[in-house]
């Protein structure tokens, strides 16, 4: 999953994805609410069929929602209503090089990494074979 506002992030975040080979289904939202409110709908789950995401490259500023307020929503709902949601490695993607932002996503458990934009297939790829070692295949 992708949350940013920005496309041509988006577009860059899913060429990074691609080069991995066949990584399943991915889905892109604008902001943190959207994300939300998606992930939050039944109808989405049934759709997913197995949520919550593997991954969640999560922007931290977004309108309407930013990636910090989405983590809090996205939280207590897995608290609540998702018992599976242990799997789920969420890196937060971000232009702001503010040490505060980068203190901030630390203070998450949920929050695996923090990659400064753009991403590159180098960061990504340390990442998830940290998290999901042998599900790369390179192209």
């Known amino acids: 999953m992708i949350i940013d506002d920005e496309e041509v992030d988006r577009y860059l975040a899913m060429r990074v994805l691609s080069k991995f080979g066949e990584i399943g ?20 789950r049934r759709e997913w069929e197995s949520p919550p995401p593997a991954l ?7 309108p309407r929602m930013t990636g910090f307020e989405f983590l809090d929503q996205i939280l207590q709902f897995k608290d609540e209503a998702v018992s599976s949601w242990d799997g789920c490695v969420i ?14 996503a630390a203070a998450y ?31």
């Open 109 to 139: 458990d949920a929050v695996k990494g923090y990659i400064q934009k753009p991403i590159s297939e180098d960061k990504l790829r340390m990442i998830l074979n940290e998290h999901y070692p042998g599900l790369l295949v390179d192209r």
């Open 25 to 44: 289904r991915v889905v892109e939202f604008e902001d943190g609410a959207e994300a939300f409110e998606a992930l939050s709908s039944p109808d989405f």
């Open 91 to 104: 890196l937060m993607v971000t232009s702001s090089d503010h040490f505060g932002d980068k203190e901030r």
């Open 56 to 62: 969640i490259l999560l922007d931290i500023n977004m």
